[in-house]
């Protein structure tokens, strides 16, 4: 198996973003294209996301509760940290 195939599939893979070690996995099989394309997604959704603590969108983040603040934050954090993760596996 030449490098561009071994970097196209390789195998499953430890994935650890969550506080949660060994609860995620890359599987077998992945290809990096797949990584790209999840990687541009959830980097969308964390956009969209931080859009509401900005800008017009911080007039409503400051009507929320402080328990549902952190919670919404720590879903923010979590994305980050999973792009974090999949990025270092590119």
């Known amino acids: 198996m030449d490098k561009a195939e071994s970097t196209q599939h390789q195998k499953a893979r430890t994935v650890n973003f969550a506080d949660a070690d060994n609860f995620y996995q890359l599987q077998e099989g992945v290809t990096q ?12 959704q ?6 509401m603590t900005y800008g017009a969108g911080r007039e409503h983040f400051d009507l929320w509760g402080s328990e549902v603040k952190d919670n919404y934050l720590w879903g923010v954090s979590m994305i980050a940290q999973e792009c974090k993760e999949i990025a270092g596996h590119l």
Do not use: E, P
């Open 33 to 44: 294209t797949d990584m790209v394309d999840h990687l541009n997604a959830r980097l969308a």
């Open 46 to 51: 964390l956009c969209a996301m931080l859009h």
